[in-house]
Nanobody, 124 residues
Framework: QVQLVESGGGLVQAGDSLRLSCAVSGRSFSSYAMAWFRQAPGKERDIVAHISWSGVRIYYADSVKGRFTIHRDNAKNTVVLQMNSLKSEDSAVYYC?????????????????WGQGTQVTVSS
């Protein structure tokens, strides 16, 4: 059983930064590909970034490239999303997800484990 718990969301102003953390419990965290998704009201759940188990393979959605950074600490079973220069369009519920694959997928339907989500609201 793998459990994911996100933290770090909140209300900020445009241009501010937030750091989201995802704590993962369960075995073999280092063998899981991890990702962050987000979902705004009335919209689909879209990938923001993913990272392979080794941390070598990383992907960012075009909308966040250059502003967001994903990294993981396999010793602490944690994956972090550092979000800088936030924009109002970044407002959404952010979800952490995990799947036991070497190459991280991009589709939400391909992830097996999900956190409960954390709200990020950016006021303009």
């Amino acid at each position: 059983q793998v459990q994911l718990v996100e933290s770090g969301g909140g209300l900020v102003q445009a241009g501010d930064s937030l750091r989201l953390s995802c704590a993962v419990s369960g075995r073999s965290f280092s063998s899981y590909a991890m990702a962050w998704f987000r979902q705004a009201p009335g919209k689909e759940r879209d990938i923001v970034a993913h990272i392979s188990w080794s941390g070598v393979r990383i992907y960012y959605a075009d909308s966040v490239k250059g502003r967001f950074t994903i990294h993981r600490d396999n010793a602490k079973n944690t994956v972090v999303l550092q979000m800088n220069s936030l924009k109002s369009e970044d407002s959404a519920v952010y979800y952490c997800a995990a799947v036991a694959r070497q190459i991280p997928p991009r589709g939400s339907h391909e992830y097996d484990y999900w956190g409960q989500g954390t709200q990020v609201t950016v006021s303009s």
